[in-house]
């Protein structure tokens, strides 16, 4: 199988893997950042690497179920579980100021401010309808004892994971998940979770 690397001293894995895990995450209900995807399929290439050296193909192992979902589900629990100890207000102001500037920056150019405990993201003009009247922003946060997450800022909205690193990196990544929201390219799949009703992806 061809190896591949996202960065010379990021994670490696394979073409092969990486695809399995990225068909796994759009049957999530959750939304995942690339550098999350990468960690998973390098964990299960090198599964796959140490079934090989029993003589078990990559293949072989679609009998036993989904394991590229389930070894996504196991790296996202490093990302979307309660920290220990959770995160002062100190770290969660710092996470929020690091995504207000990558939402607020020139590759993603929304209009983003802090609210009391988030960052409310203005909604354009392809900005799914949200809200009472379909005119919500987007609030997005990350919680003290928890991952990111977003949802249309009305009271009472379903909140959808964003599962990223909680780092300067993590805030960029969720940035560019926003900007795709806002701008209407992640429309279907984003709007049933926000929603509760199942859509495409």
Not at 38 to 58: I, N, S
Not at 108 to 116: Q, V
Not at 182 to 191: D, K, P, T
Request: aromatic share 6%; net charge negative; glycine share 10%.
């Amino acid at each position: 199988m061809s190896r591949t690397c996202s960065t010379g001293d990021g994670p490696v894995f394979t073409t092969e893997a990486y695809a399995v895990v990225e068909k796994a995450a759009n049957s999530r209900r959750s939304l995942y950042v690339p550098s999350v995807l990468e960690h998973a399929a390098e964990l299960l290439t090198d599964m796959w690497a140490t079934g090989e050296k029993h003589g078990v193909t990559p293949s072989e192992w679609d009998w036993t179920g989904d394991m590229a979902g389930n070894t996504l589900d196991v790296v996202s629990r490093q990302y979307d579980s309660a920290p220990k100890p959770e995160r002062t207000i100190a770290q969660i102001v710092s996470l929020h100021g690091y995504l207000i500037a990558a939402l607020t920056s020139k590759e993603n150019g929304l209009t983003a401010r802090l609210d009391e405990s988030g960052v409310i993201v203005e909604r354009g003009p392809d900005t799914p309808r949200g809200g009472h009247h379909g005119d919500a922003d987007v609030d997005v946060r990350i919680y003290s004892d928890g991952g990111w997450g977003f949802s249309f800022a009305v009271d009472g909205a379903s909140v959808t994971s964003i599962v990223a690193p909680a780092s300067q990196a993590g805030a960029r990544q969720v940035a560019e998940v926003l900007r795709a929201f806002v701008r209407g390219e992640l429309r279907s799949r984003a709007l049933s979770m926000l929603t509760g009703h199942e859509g495409g992806n």
